[in-house]
């Protein structure tokens, strides 16, 4: 069975170390190479552009494929900052040059990939032994001719993570299958919870959720369309989902049951630590960042419920450079990094729920626990969030910069500003940043 260990936190260390190291140095390669891979002396090198913890450093599987293939080396950069990763990412694939062999693709910049730079990218479809990812997966890095961009990482199926010494102290049931009912069918309900829990609550001041931009993104992510219809037309101001996601985060925001924290910017792992806040939305790759950033004192204290309703939030791909010197043996390697053995690996030791179908039927992803969260049954919860994910979910070009900029915008609900100003700061800015 699959546990959260010191492998974990050493995953995330290096991850942070890595990436100070990789926004220096960047992408670049050398002169003669547009991805600084290459064969020389019967050696191929490839290089890998990553961010975050994705799993393919941390977990070792780099090593190994390097020690059964004796004449690959294998030289990966670690960006710990998504947002950080992309705009030098667009700014190398414009140039032509500076970029990796192999580059991650983060699934908010897959639409803005397949229709914009789409001939940058080599093309899997039809590729022997990549046939066993979700079909939804693939489909978000394909383009509209049948072109296969990258192959599927991890997928970010929902649940919530909780504080159980805090529902005891507000009364509140600690069991994660009780806790999982209370809110069960409806985010109204986990807000609900929210205000009892406040009102209840007998200890020094902690807030129900860390942020009300967490809270929007679990309900937005549960719909087929988001920001985007399948015209690719912008519908943010006017799709329902959004409205309503927006409404009940205002809600949480103005009723003083956030920590008024943005996830993974300034202030939230401290809080994490701190044991600011009782319970977070949480992907299944957020584990691992809690456990690390909570930290040793809150073993234990943490567990795991099902979310309201099934969502997907987040998720990577890795795409191979078309202009790569080393273009067929990158293909080959991401192949068996994506591979169903290689996922199920990942996911037993960081959490990483897998994108494959073949790999979410193993045992060591059903029957995976967290002994962070209380020895919680992150295989079966999260394997069971997977199947609720809308079989369709639309994507657009600029779904990351629209995130970001709601998640902004509900920022300043929680300072304080009255929600219909913040919502028209933030139709102005969407509108600057995409048109």
């Not at 960081?350 to 919680?376: M, R, W």
């Amino acid at each position: 069975m699959g546990t959260y260990g010191s492998l974990r936190r050493k995953a995330v260390a290096s991850a942070a170390a890595v990436g100070a190291l990789a926004l220096v140095v960047g992408c670049g390669g050398s002169d003669d190479s547009v991805t600084g891979g290459g064969k020389k002396d019967g050696k191929v090198t490839i290089t890998m552009g990553l961010f975050g913890v994705m799993g393919l450093k941390e977990t070792g599987l780099l090593e190994q494929y390097e020690k059964e293939n004796p004449e690959v080396d294998i030289k990966a950069e670690v960006a710990g900052d998504e947002q950080t990763y992309y705009p030098a990412l667009q700014t190398r694939l414009a140039a032509g040059k500076g970029l990796k062999d192999i580059q991650g693709i983060e699934i908010g910049r897959a639409k803005e990939i397949t229709e914009t730079q789409a001939d940058k990218f080599a093309d899997f479809a039809g590729m022997a032994g990549t046939d066993h990812f979700l079909p939804w997966k693939q489909s978000q890095i394909s383009t509209a001719d049948g072109k296969v961009l990258g192959l599927g990482t991890d997928i970010g199926p929902m649940a919530v993570c909780y504080r159980k010494d805090y529902f005891e102290q507000a009364g509140l049931p600690t069991d994660r299958e009780e806790v999982g009912k209370l809110w069960e069918g409806d985010w109204k309900k986990y807000v609900e919870v929210g205000r009892t829990f406040k009102k209840d609550f007998k200890g020094d001041k902690v807030a129900f959720t860390d942020s009300a931009s967490g809270l929007f993104n679990a309900m937005v992510y549960g719909h087929s369309e988001q920001y985007y219809d399948e015209k690719g037309e912008l519908i943010y101001d006017k799709n329902p989902a959004v409205k309503d996601a927006w409404e009940l985060a205002s809600d949480t925001a103005e009723e003083g049951l956030t920590a008024k924290l943005r996830q993974f910017q300034p202030g939230w792992d401290p809080g994490l630590s701190n044991g600011t806040f009782a319970t977070a939305v949480c992907p299944a790759w957020m584990l691992s960042h809690i456990s690390e950033k909570a930290g040793e004192a809150n073993k234990g204290k943490w567990d795991v419920a099902r979310a309201p309703k099934g969502a997907n939030w987040g998720g990577s791909f890795l795409g191979v450079i078309e202009q790569s010197p080393v273009k067929e043996e990158a293909m080959k390697l991401v192949a068996w990094l994506t591979a169903p053995e290689q996922q199920a690996h990942i996911f037993k030791e960081i959490g990483n729920i897998p994108s494959s179908e073949k790999a979410l039927q193993t045992d060591d992803v059903k029957n995976a626990t967290s002994e962070y969260f209380d020895n919680a049954p992150i295989g079966q919860i999260f394997g069971a969030a997977a199947q609720e994910i809308p079989d369709k979910q639309v994507l657009g070009r600029k779904d990351g910069t629209i995130k970001d900029t709601i998640s902004q915008g509900l920022a300043l609900v929680e300072q304080g500003t009255k929600r219909d100003e913040a919502w028209k700061t933030t139709t102005e800015r969407i509108e600057k940043a995409v048109g």
